[in-house]
């Protein structure tokens, strides 16, 4: 077995202690393909009953389903919070609500910065999958902690934006709490940490001014990989064109165990952005440029995978 037949195999262990059981054996099978959403239902008092809505969800993007958004949803900026302060706490507070009635392990409350909302966890291997699993979905999620904060902004409306947060949140909770067995979580939060050893998860930070580090970041990942920057520009992210959707998916997932936050975008791999906590690049450069590698090994790169 040469040297990279065993990076595969380590890695393919790792992925398979991460997953849910009902992937470990086929996640490189699983098909990005939707599911029909599920609408809204209300109470008698005409608010919305989140607990009510869904009676299952589609396949985890984590596992290769398809993300819940299309596009990165973002939380809203101050000057826009402040436009509208009265909505803001509407929306916010809805949000929360929603989270609590559909999780009856976690918390929910608005954070004191400004277009998030807090989900606290009561453990930290929870926040931790939690928060890399909701990222894949495309919406905006950052860990501090046993604590996950996920977007909200004045704009947001019940049917959309309000409802893409409720039902990630939905999603993942109820991955996380009824398919991962107490031992397997034990087992995630020991890769966890492994890779906190090596450096803490990389996130991406939207408030920083990042333009001329993507621009040699992504000149050392071109030179590194022949992968060249793509995609929508979003703060805090950096977006490189994979070629194909498969080889996308396959990478985002790998970048788990490397400790890096990671989406994808049709055929777009997005990785953070984070001059404080990576000035020269060097995190991001070393785990793409590892699971490029791997990824060429496993056959993924082809343009017709």
């Known amino acids: 077995m040469t040297l990279e037949q065993q990076e595969l195999r380590a890695l393919d ?38 607990d009510e809505i869904w009676q299952s969800f589609c396949d985890l993007a984590m596992a290769g389903g398809p993300p819940h958004k299309g596009r990165l949803l973002e939380p809203a900026g101050r000057a826009e919070i402040e436009a509208e302060p009265q909505r803001y706490r509407e929306v916010a507070g809805e949000i929360c609500r929603g989270i609590r009635m559909v999780s009856c392990q976690v918390a929910a409350e608005p954070s004191p910065d400004p277009g998030w909302v807090r989900v606290m966890c009561p453990t930290r291997i929870m926040a931790g999958w939690l928060v890399r699993a909701i990222v894949m979905e495309n919406v905006s999620a950052r860990l501090k902690g046993s604590t996950v904060e996920l977007p909200a902004g004045p704009r947001f409306r019940l049917e959309k934006e309000i409802k893409n947060v409720v039902t990630v949140t939905a999603k993942t909770c109820h991955y996380f709490e009824g398919h991962l067995e ?53 703060r805090g992210w950096l977006g490189v064109e994979t070629g194909n959707a498969a080889a996308a998916i396959w990478m985002m997932r790998a970048l788990m165990p490397d400790n890096v936050l990671a989406r994808r975008e049709g055929t777009v791999l997005y990785v953070p952005a984070n001059p404080a906590a990576d000035p020269e690049g060097d995190v991001v450069l070393e785990a793409v440029r590892k699971v490029h590698r791997l990824a060429g090994v496993r056959g993924i790169l082809r343009k017709d995978a």
Not at 20 to 43: F, H, I, N, T
Not at 186 to 204: C, V, Y
């Open 13 to 50: 262990a790792k992925l398979k202690v991460i997953l849910p059981l009902e992937y470990q054996a086929c996640y490189e099978d699983v098909q990005p393909v939707p599911m029909r959403s599920a609408g809204l239902k209300y109470d008698a008092s005409g608010r919305v009953a989140w």
């Open 182 to 234: 107490p031992r397997q979580q034990l087992k995630i939060g020991a890769i966890f940490a492994e890779a906190d050893a090596r450096w803490p998860l990389l996130q991406p930070d939207p408030a920083a001014a990042a333009e001329a580090w993507k621009t040699r970041t992504a000149a050392k990942l071109r030179e590194a990989t022949g992968l060249c920057a793509g995609g929508e520009q979003y």
